[in-house]
């Protein structure tokens, strides 16, 4: 007593704090699995750390806890690929893109990616259904074995029914590997590509202030923009260099999206009809050096080579969204023009006899209310 006032002895408390201490490991170690309950169930690693830094703590706990895989088990993580092939076309990246909720102005919903795991050259065909991949797929094949003299000996792609081709693969002698479901960093060199275009695609839709509906035209520019644009992946090579062994040239690229003046045809016109048409630039047509234009005051789409470019100057930049909104529903209603001509930029690859053959089954592995069957199916588009 102190003052009137009682003060516990150190010693008791000493005492007493040991005793709590003791009591409590004793419980711990009747019930190995005590602590590692009031801690709320941490990982391993945890209980270790703990156990090191309160020597007090006694964990040997060894059991499997199953509460703590069903409330904190997550994916495992994914190594950095290691293997590179050894040849162009050893390895080829597929995966499909879409359902896009605008369709193109052509009607497409989907296109089909390729990439070629040695240079990263990439291909992008257009689709208006999950139903054109196999002939795109056959194709495809076809092009490889007759302009490179190669012959594709792997193709991944996902788990999706869109590609079990099993015929196909087995006429060409393809081995086919597929991702995991539901993991698609299997399938990432394709999955990066599909991210990287996209990113590239929308930079140039807010440039050009284009309708998205024209969007299609825009997928293709990238992706030819893409190729031959230097890879850090690549040793600072452009996948056209590593693909053609040469190195691309940006003598013929113009902006798109940019206000161009087209030459009138001299025919059916009078001397003092315009010599000019104003225009969009909207890309490049593969095997003809001319430029694909769209015509700001017919919406027609034609090819040119005899065109003035003002690369600063965006038409559709100038528009209100009001108007924008207006020449999108133009666009999207005016293919029942007839007075309007739209040529699509389809190259056959292959005997349209032999794709008309593959039309059946390459609809047996979609469901039915995915497949819309029309005359563009076994055509290819080159990006």
């Given at each position: 007593m102190l003052d009137g006032l009682y003060y516990p002895d150190e010693n008791i408390s000493t005492v007493?704090?040991?005793?709590?201490i003791?009591?409590?490991?004793?419980?711990?170690?009747k019930d190995i699995n005590v602590l590692h309950y009031r801690l709320g169930h941490p990982c391993n690693n945890v209980l270790k750390q703990i156990c090191r830094i309160f020597p007090?703590?006694?964990n040997s706990c060894t059991n499997i806890c199953d509460i703590f895989h069903y409330s904190k088990q997550h994916k495992l993580p994914f190594?950095?690929?290691?293997?590179?092939?050894?040849?162009y076309f050893d390895l080829i990246h597929v995966d499909i893109w879409g359902v896009i909720s605008i369709s193109s102005i052509h009607g497409h919903k989907y296109f089909l990616t390729m990439v070629d795991d040695f240079s990263r050259h990439t291909w992008t065909f257009l689709m208006h259904s999950k139903g054109e991949t196999r002939n795109l797929l056959l194709n495809f094949v076809i092009y490889?074995?007759?302009?490179?003299?190669k012959d594709i000996k792997v193709i991944r792609f996902d788990n999706g029914p869109k590609f079990k081709y099993i015929d196909l693969y087995n006429k060409y002698g393809i081995i086919h590997q597929r991702s995991c479901v539901g993991t698609p960093q299997q399938n990432s060199i394709v999955e990066r590509k599909h991210q990287h275009v996209l990113n590239v695609t929308r930079s140039l839709l807010f440039q050009s202030n284009l309708p998205k509906c024209y969007w299609s035209y825009v997928v293709n520019h990238v992706v030819h923009l893409i190729n031959i644009m230097p890879s850090a992946v690549l040793k600072n090579k452009s996948p056209y260099e590593m693909l053609y062994q040469k190195p691309p040239t940006y003598l013929d690229l113009k902006t798109f999206g940019c206000l161009c003046f087209a030459s009138t045809s001299d025919v059916n016109i009078s001397k003092l009809d315009p010599r000019a048409r104003k225009c969009v630039f909207i890309g490049f047509k593969n095997g003809i050096k001319g430029y694909i234009l769209l015509d700001l005051k017919t919406r027609e789409i034609f090819i040119s080579r005899n065109d003035l470019f003002y690369e600063t100057i965006f038409s559709f930049s100038s528009m209100d969204n009001d108007t924008i909104e207006k020449s999108m529903t133009q666009d999207l209603n005016f293919l029942n023009d007839s007075r309007?001509?739209?040529?699509e930029d389809h190259v056959y690859l292959s005997n349209p006899a032999e794709e008309n053959q593959d039309d059946d089954e390459s609809i047996?592995?979609?469901?039915?209310d995915m497949?819309?069957?029309?005359s563009n199916q076994g055509q290819i588009e080159p990006a």
């Open positions: 007493q704090d040991h005793a709590f003791n009591t409590t490991m004793n419980y711990s170690k007090y703590v006694h190594p950095n690929s290691t293997t590179n092939s050894d040849d490889i074995k007759n302009q490179f003299k309007i001509n739209i040529r047996t592995d979609v469901d039915e497949v819309i069957k029309d």
